[in-house]
């Protein structure tokens, strides 16, 4: 069974790394993957969290360096540019950490359950990766944690629309019974149901499935595949053959992704932070976590899901939902 860390202060980093190999890192190159904020969100991983990381690696003579992939949607973090002036600005910098900034904007390909998907540069040439990710509620998978963390973080931006456009549901007429269940659950109102029709928005959609997860009568079903399940894919390509880390911040837990200028409000109070050598188990942990405190909170808020990614994380091979939690 995995083990899972969890601690409060974060001095006691150093003593929940250790119940881990950590000194296979040493000396070698260390890509750590974090989220480092789009402009206007006041809650992304702070700089003192990615330092106090950093600072770990160099007492054992490791070289890490901070690692992020530019996005679909045009903002400000759109180019590799814009990237870098936005990781200045929150405060990630050589000054700030301790060690560089690498954006990518390119991929290798990589296929996982019969997909292709474009690994980001310079995280498919490394062997070492520590995962920083900062937990909250995710508008269309329910929750973001380190799954989602390389599952979106880890592949350029045409693989990212890719995934996107491959879960937008499908609707068969000829199967609906016009029950209205589908437009109760879509968080985005982009569907709308009377006795006889139904009405699609896609400019609304954003492709969460929670319209295909409800309908009784298989009248919707994904394009290709439900979003959980590609990003639960797509991680796996991301991490394929690596030596991996992860801690989970679940701290300023908000509504809203770290990608979205107004993410609030914050829905959780803060926890802590959870450290282990498996995606699926430490995503499963926070998720616990959460709703030990807050119950069923990310479902109820955002109505999705959040567990189908680390069921098809774990259907997948990525990981184990399984785990032995250790308290510090």
Not at 94 to 121: H, K, L, P
Not at 133 to 160: D, L, P, R
Not at 225 to 234: E, G, N, Q
């Amino acid at each position: 069974m995995t083990n899972v860390v969890f601690f409060t202060n974060l001095r006691e980093l150093q003593k929940a790394l250790a119940f881990f190999p950590f000194q296979k890192f040493a000396g070698e190159k260390v890509l750590v993957k974090l989220h480092m904020g789009e402009k206007g969100n006041p809650y992304f991983v702070k700089p003192k969290l990615a330092k106090s990381v950093v600072d770990e690696f160099k007492k054992i003579n490791a070289h890490p360096f901070l690692f992020d992939t530019t996005v679909a949607y045009h903002g400000s973090r759109y180019t590799k540019s814009q990237y870098l002036s936005i990781a200045k600005l929150h405060g990630f910098n050589v000054q700030n950490i301790g060690c560089d900034v690498i954006i990518d904007d390119t991929g290798i390909s990589t296929t996982i359950e019969g997909r292709i998907f474009e690994v980001a540069t310079h995280l498919k040439n490394s062997t070492h990766v520590f995962a920083l990710s900062h937990v909250k509620g995710h508008i269309q998978i329910g929750m973001g944690g380190a799954i989602k963390n390389f599952g979106m973080g880890g592949v350029t931006k045409e693989t990212k629309i890719k995934i996107h456009g491959s879960s937008y549901p499908i609707y068969k007429k000829n199967s609906c019974t016009y029950c209205g269940l589908c437009a109760k659950a879509c968080p985005f109102h982009a569907i709308k149901v009377n006795e006889s029709t139904w009405e699609y928005n896609q400019e609304r959609c954003f492709g969460c499935d929670a319209c295909v997860d409800v309908c009784q009568s298989k009248a919707l079903h994904p394009k290709d595949a439900d979003l959980s399940f590609l990003l639960a894919c797509s991680a796996k390509a991301s991490l394929h053959n690596k030596t991996v880390l992860y801690l989970n911040e679940m701290k300023r837990i908000s509504k809203g992704c770290d990608c979205d200028p107004n993410a609030g409000p914050l829905i959780c109070p803060d926890i802590g932070y959870l450290v282990s050598d498996d995606p699926v188990a430490i995503d499963k942990a926070s998720l616990d976590r959460i709703n030990d405190i807050k119950e069923n909170v990310f479902f109820k808020i955002n109505k999705v899901n959040p567990l189908k990614q680390i069921q098809y994380a774990e259907k997948i091979g990525l990981g184990s939902s399984s785990y032995e939690l250790i308290e510090i």
